[in-house]
């Protein structure tokens, strides 16, 4: 079946700008986690998403970032006023719980801020 | 504090040389130790979870085992496919509260 999908791949702004990215998570899983990973450093945890319940926003770095699950199914993460250190890559996963079953992961979009 | 050590960070083996990746952790309440895969450009794939010491499993040329302090993951004749880097992380109660290792780089040279 179909995996995990983000999109942009690769999104190349200018510093100050808003960018938008999104997730689309495997049909039918209920939790959807956005990571952020640095060249050199581990997963850094961001913000989850389980059903209908309010998110766990204790990763998000800044009040720049925001993220938002529509129906449950789709995500978009948004970065305003980007900063060069925001570069990174954005991984987006899903898990059919938040138990212990894996996390199912997309290939991420690249995030660079000139 | 919960932590996850993952050692070598980079390992360089001959094609058919069998080694062992480890993967260290300190975490309370341990609810699953997952081994991810992560080729360049691409997300980390799942591999294996293992929840209790003395677990094992195995998926081709691989083999994760768990005690109640580490995790090894074991690459039996390695190929060159088999370069990536290798992540674990350990569940300390639920999966916001995943904690990841730095990974190790693999190299398999034909």
């Known amino acids: 079946g179909a995996g995990v999908s983000q999109s942009p791949s690769n999104k190349v702004t200018e510093k100050g700008k808003d960018v938008e990215l999104r997730c689309d998570p495997i049909?039918?899983?209920?939790?959807l986690y956005w990571y952020r990973q640095s060249l050199g450093q581990g997963l850094e945890f961001l913000i989850y998403?389980?059903?209908?319940?309010?998110?766990?926003k204790s990763g998000l770095p800044s009040d720049r970032f925001s993220a938002e699950r529509t129906g449950g199914s789709v995500s978009t993460l948004t970065i305003q006023r980007t900063q060069q250190e925001d570069s990174a890559v954005y991984l987006c996963?899903?898990?059919?719980?938040?138990?212990?079953?894996?996390?199912?992961f997309g290939n991420g979009t690249r995030l660079t801020v000139t | 504090e919960d932590q996850v050590t993952q050692s070598p960070e980079a390992l360089r083996l001959q094609e058919g040389e069998s080694s062992s990746l480890n993967c260290s952790y300190t975490?309370?309440?341990?609810?699953?130790l997952f081994w991810y895969r992560q080729d360049p450009g691409k997300g980390p794939e799942f591999l294996f979870t293992?929840?209790?010491?003395?677990e094992e499993k195995e998926k081709e040329r691989l083999k994760a085992t768990l005690t109640k302090k580490e995790s090894f993951l074991h690459i039996t004749a390695p190929k060159p496919e088999d370069s990536a880097t290798y992540l674990c992380?350990?569940?300390?109660?639920?999966?916001?509260?995943?904690?990841w290792g730095l990974g190790t780089s693999l190299a398999v040279n034909p």
């Open positions: 996963a899903s898990s059919s719980n938040s138990g212990s079953s894996p996390l199912h």
């Open positions: 049909s039918g899983h209920t939790a």
């Open positions: 998403f389980q059903g209908n319940s309010a998110p766990d």
């Open positions: 975490v309370s309440g341990l609810r699953g």
């Open positions: 293992l929840y209790s010491a003395g």
């Open positions: 992380a350990a569940n300390a109660g639920n999966n916001r509260k995943l904690i």
